[in-house]
């Protein structure tokens, strides 16, 4: 049986491609795999996730796990970009926030 199923990010990450929005495309791929590289426990304490010029910035639910993760930054870059297979993230920087998910 021939199975022909995509995610819609798959798609969406093809058609940015397409139209030359390769940015758009990175961003995504980026998002996804950094929610693989940390685990779900992370990720949903993770509120916000934006990458733009090679810069990931997150906004952490946990002030402890923003110093934990930031420490671990540099490891945190070198997986993200051993599993892209290119240096797309250069750093990962943190959103100050009033510990409700607020900058």
């Known amino acids: 049986m021939y199975s022909n199923e995509h995610t819609l ?3 969406l990450k093809k058609a940015y491609r397409r139209l030359d929005m390769e940015e758009s495309a990175t961003e995504l791929e980026v998002k996804d795999v950094y929610e693989k590289v940390v685990g779900d426990l992370i990720s949903r304490l ?4 934006s990458f733009k010029n090679g810069i990931l910035a997150l906004s952490i639910a946990s002030p402890g796990l923003r110093q934990e993760l930031w420490y ?3 490891s945190l870059v070198a997986r993200i970009n051993d599993i892209l ?3 797309a993230v250069k750093k990962i920087v943190f959103y100050e926030t009033d510990g409700l998910g607020k900058r």
């Not at 993770?46 to 996730?49: E, P």
């Open 72 to 74: 671990r930054r540099e």
């Open 85 to 87: 297979g290119r240096q």
């Open 9 to 11: 990010q798959d798609l």
């Open 46 to 49: 993770t509120w916000k996730v």
